[in-house]
T-cell receptor, first 116, second 111 residues
Framework: DAGVIQSPRHEVTEMGQEVTLRCKPI?????LFWYRQTMMRGLELLIY????????DSGMPEDRFSAKMPNASFSTLKIQPSEPRDSAVYFC??????????????FGEGSRLTVL | SQELEQSPQSLIVQEGKNLTINCTSS?????LYWYKQKYGEGLIFLMM?????EEKSHEKITAKLDEKKQQSSLHITASQPSHAGIYLC???????????FGKGTSLLVTP
């Protein structure tokens, strides 16, 4: 299996620009998570989807952030407009069970975002 | 919300030495996950502990769960340069669906 695939791996943009990060979960996995990692705050959960439906978006920082999952094989995380404090590594993860976490979360390689 | 505190924050050990990383939860643990992250890469699952007193091993890495203390420890025996990276503990959050993570322990193994 190819694993969780994220793109782009690196993104450098200027403040105010729109940023779109993409994720392809492992085939057959019905739960998808977006996390953000920074030195100061560590790894934070942004949003969780189950069967393409957003279940918990309480971690989304503010209205500038939005996430979609139009089908089981694709999700996007969009930031509009971007700000320098959004600079971080954004991870996508997926797993098989839609219920309580009992198994392994599979992580992508991450998208490193730098907002100038 | 549940918070996970890891100690130490960073560690430098000489190759061949043993080391221990601790993870303490602010709330009752219903499962504890250990992941390793190589610099600039994603997280790799190491092991999951679910029961108090449970102990698991993977190669030279052993993890234990102490539910009463709301704590888990990860022990590496005879460390090697390949063990270098960031070790993160994760636990099921209030939602029951996702993992909350500690800030990680950065490990460097010197020759």
């Amino acid at each position: 299996d190819a694993g969780v695939i994220q793109s782009p791996r690196h993104e450098v943009t200027e403040m105010g620009q729109e940023v779109t990060l993409r994720c392809k979960p492992i085939s057959g996995h019905n739960s998808l998570f977006w996390y953000r990692q920074t030195m100061m705050r560590g790894l934070e959960l942004l949003i969780y989807f189950n069967n393409n439906v957003p279940i918990d978006d309480s971690g989304m920082p503010e209205d500038r952030f939005s996430a979609k999952m139009p089908n089981a094989s694709f999700s996007t995380l969009k930031i509009q407009p971007s700000e320098p404090r959004d600079s971080a590594v954004y991870f996508c993860a997926s797993k098989t069970s839609g219920g309580a976490v009992t198994g392994e979360l599979f992580f992508g390689e991450g998208s490193r975002l730098t907002v100038l | 919300s549940q918070e996970l505190e890891q100690s130490p924050q960073s560690l430098i050990v000489q190759e061949g030495k043993n080391l221990t990383i601790n993870c303490t939860s602010s709330k009752t643990l219903y499962g504890l996950y250990w992941y390793k992250q190589k610099y600039g890469e994603g997280l790799i699952f190491l092991m999951m502990l679910q029961k108090g007193g449970e102990e698991k091993s993977h190669e030279k890495i052993t993890a234990k769960l102490d539910e009463k203390k709301q704590q888990s420890s990860l022990h590496i025996t005879a460390s090697q340069p390949s063990h270098a990276g960031i070790y993160l503990c994760g636990a099921v959050g209030g939602s029951g669906y996702a993992l909350n993570f500690g800030k990680g322990t950065s490990l460097l193994v010197t020759p």
